[in-house]
């Protein structure tokens, strides 16, 4: 069984910074690409950052360009560091990953953590 669990979420006022983590478990070999998605709500979940194996490639929404990077280390942790945030950046933020679980890569979603940006 696989389990991607989200945290560092939480309330900051605008201009503010939170760091996200996401830590995947169980019985997997190895991580390819991973991304953070938010969905706010009345709004489709969309994609923030996305990153491959070895951080060889990153990718940004244009919204969040500037502001948030994406990173993950050698092992099943990806992070997600936001500055400067804004009202708009107020999402249910979700990590994605596609991990390689019983002969193949799976894609496997961890449940969101909250992020409220007051203004």
């Known amino acids: 069984q696989v389990q991607v669990v989200e945290s560092g979420g939480g309330l900051v006022q605008a201009g503010g910074s939170l760091r996200l983590s996401c830590v995947t478990s169980?019985?997997?070999?190895?991580?390819?690409?991973a991304g953070w998605y938010r969905q706010a709500p009345g709004k489709q979940r969309e994609l923030v950052a996305g990153?491959?194996?070895?951080?060889?490639?990153i990718n940004y929404a244009d919204s969040v360009k500037g502001r948030f990077t994406i990173s993950r280390d050698n092992a099943n942790t990806v992070y997600l560091q936001m500055n400067s945030l804004k009202p708009e950046d107020t999402a249910v933020y979700y990590c994605?990953?596609?991990?390689?679980?019983?002969?193949?890569?799976?894609?496997?979603w961890g449940q969101g953590t909250q992020v409220t940006v007051s203004s």
């Open positions: 169980g019985s997997i070999f190895g991580i390819n690409v």
């Open positions: 990153i491959t194996r070895g951080g060889g490639s």
């Open positions: 994605n990953v596609d991990a390689y679980y019983s002969g193949s890569y799976r894609s496997f």
